[in-house]
């Protein structure tokens, strides 16, 4: 009964429903820097710039023009966060800092600007941890990632995380690929950063 | 059996019209009314403070996912997302080139940056290709056929992108910024008529008008039944005194022929509208760049460029699963005559398995379970 020509049929259905799970393709990129404002052993906040590529179009509602090069005035800086960074707070602006394993919520961002470098779109801004985290005492990662894969984040540099603020001396940041968190149903494993002291 | 089928029209019929009431009720709770630039549900200015309190979990993917790929599988697809976001960078900076300055040059260049990007576009896992995979993969298909599809399909991708970007400059007060939310609406669309084509499927298998009737097989057929039919000789081989004639089943499939290569025809068009209603994002951003650089003729070859890089993948992805068919078929070879009736019902579960598919995914997204994937 369950000749070859059945096997065949059913596979073909399995790699039907498999296609409803795998349907995601990066289609804005994305390279990122952190610095973690440290003071002594404890994570103050994430300061981050967001470099997009070229290609990202942003034709916003009220963006006309973009200038060359320079920071955008308060107007566009206003519309940007509006149309193109608000709507990123239920994903948590792509952060995913853990302690000890545990996902850990994030303030408000704070200081957000846009700017142009050479014809790239550029974000800045800071999130500041609700509660200082001891590093010394707790494991603690951090990662910036979108789970859906429809933006890919690469990390800027070999050492796009840095240590920043009044970190105690012996406080490193350790790029791993952190596969306890892979995305885009295990196809990609994302780049995080230990944090330790 | 004619019974049975009936009734499977009727569930068929049933979950169709529970699909289009859940269409027509529930868009007040579908789960995204607008997308942004990132493919994110925009949410009001008081939404933020409340999605970041303490009491709103971190995402359930964030720990959900404990299967990782090969390292091998993954370099090459990092590789390609690598380059695709070279491309992408390099199309944009053709297209202004363009704009500048209209060169035989520079619009090979967009046209060929356009094309690559589209066959690395496509090699990422995706809703078009394993649909068509799918198709191909379980029926006995040309060449042709898989070429045809995956040319199809991705024509109907482009038009679309081009369809919603000028539709949406002329005519929506929103501008543009619709566009991606509108896209991600037809991904509904498109699970909706995943299950009309897989419909089609599962009535053209039960009205036998293709499916499972192998003209290639070879039958057996005693010598006395033949003879009630036709004049037979005495120079036929025999074996212990019963002479048996090799017979070339014809099972109607001369006189059905048509008919089976209309039938086919109508689900490569119907399996490829389907597929291919959702636009590729990366063809909408390209088309709402050039719109911007008020060159939308630069955008609209590129997206066609695009097309047809996407459909050289998902037609290399089609022959393979034509030649793993043909590959298995050849060794499935002496059952073949005799399975005819437990491929038709299996064909027919696989049609239906499609029609679930594509209600279930529609239902999710209608109900705010699922978010509609832009790809």
């Known amino acids: 009964m369950l000749n070859l020509s059945v096997i065949r049929r059913l596979i073909g259905v399995a790699l039907f429903v498999v296609s409803g799970i795998a349907a995601a393709h990066p289609h804005v990129w994305i390279r990122f820097s952190a610095r973690v404002q440290m003071q002594g052993t404890s994570v103050i906040s994430i300061a981050q710039t967001w470099r997009f590529s070229e290609g990202f179009p942003v034709q916003l509602v009220g963006i006309d023009t973009l200038p060359d090069n320079g920071p955008l005035d308060a107007r566009q800086t206003a519309i940007f966060r509006e149309q193109a960074f608000s709507s990123l707070a239920g994903a948590h602006y792509f952060n995913h800092l853990f302690v000890d394993g545990e996902a850990q919520h994030l303030a408000e961002p704070a200081g957000f600007r846009v700017s142009v470098d050479h014809g790239k779109l550029v974000y800045t801004f800071t999130l500041a941890l609700k509660k200082p985290v001891d590093v010394s005492t707790h494991k603690v990662s951090l990662g910036i990632w979108d789970d859906s894969f429809f933006v890919d984040y690469e990390p800027d540099g070999a050492n796009a995380v840095t240590i920043d603020g009044h970190a105690a001396s012996s406080c490193a940041a350790k790029p791993f690929q952190d596969r306890a968190h892979p995305i885009f149903n295990g196809i990609v494993v994302p780049q995080a950063t230990a944090i330790s002291c | ?375």
Not at chain 2, 10 to 20: D, E, G, R, S
Not at chain 2, 59 to 84: C, G, K, M
Not at chain 2, 358 to 373: D, T
Request: glycine share 8%; with cysteine.
């Open chain 2, 1 to 375: 059996m004619l019974t049975v089928e009936r009734a499977v029209l009727h569930i068929l019929f049933a979950f169709c019209v529970a699909v289009a009431s859940l269409a027509l009720a529930a868009p007040s709770h579908a789960a995204s009314a607008a997308v942004d630039v990132f493919g994110r549900p925009v949410q009001s200015a008081s939404s933020p403070a409340q999605s970041a309190s303490p009491t709103h979990a971190p995402s359930a993917s964030e720990t959900r996912h404990t299967v990782v790929l090969p390292e091998f599988a993954r370099t090459a697809l990092a590789t390609s997302i690598i380059w695709q976001g070279r491309l992408n960078a390099r199309i944009a900076d053709a297209a202004q080139q363009l704009h500048r300055a209209s060169t035989p040059w520079t619009w090979l260049t967009l046209i060929g940056l356009a094309f690559l990007y589209g066959v690395l576009h496509a090699l990422g896992p995706g809703h078009g290709k394993l649909v068509a995979g799918t198709w191909l993969g379980s029926r006995d298909t040309r060449i042709a056929q898989a070429v045809a599809l995956a040319s199809w399909s991705a024509t109907v991708q482009a038009m679309s992108a081009i369809v919603l970007v000028f539709g949406a400059v002329w005519f929506a007060k929103a501008g543009v910024s619709s566009v991606l939310s509108n896209a991600a609406s037809l991904d509904i669309v498109s699970y909706v008529l995943l299950c009309v084509a897989g419909g089609w499927t599962i009535y053209g298998t039960l009205a036998r008008r293709d499916c499972c009737v192998d003209t290639r097989a070879l039958k057996l057929v005693p010598a006395e039944r033949q003879a009630a039919a036709s004049p037979t000789s005495e120079h036929e081989p025999a074996y212990l005194g019963t002479k048996l004639q090799l017979h070339m089943r014809q099972s109607g499939g001369a006189t059905r022929f048509g008919t089976s290569k209309f039938s086919a025809t109508s689900q490569i068009l119907a399996t490829g509208f389907a597929s291919g209603v959702r636009p590729c994002v990366g063809s909408i951003f390209v088309l709402i760049a050039s719109v911007a650089a008020h060159a939308p003729w630069i955008g609209i070859a590129a997206t066609f460029a695009i097309g047809a890089g996407v459909a050289v993948t998902v037609s290399l992805f089609g022959l393979s699963a034509v030649g793993a068919n043909r590959f298995i078929m050849a060794r499935s070879f002496r059952l073949r005559a005799r399975i005819e009736t437990t491929r038709r019902v299996v064909a027919i579960t696989g049609a239906l398995v499609i029609v679930l598919f594509g209600a279930v995914q529609a239902a999710l997204i209608l109900s705010g379970y699922v978010q509609p994937a832009l790809t």
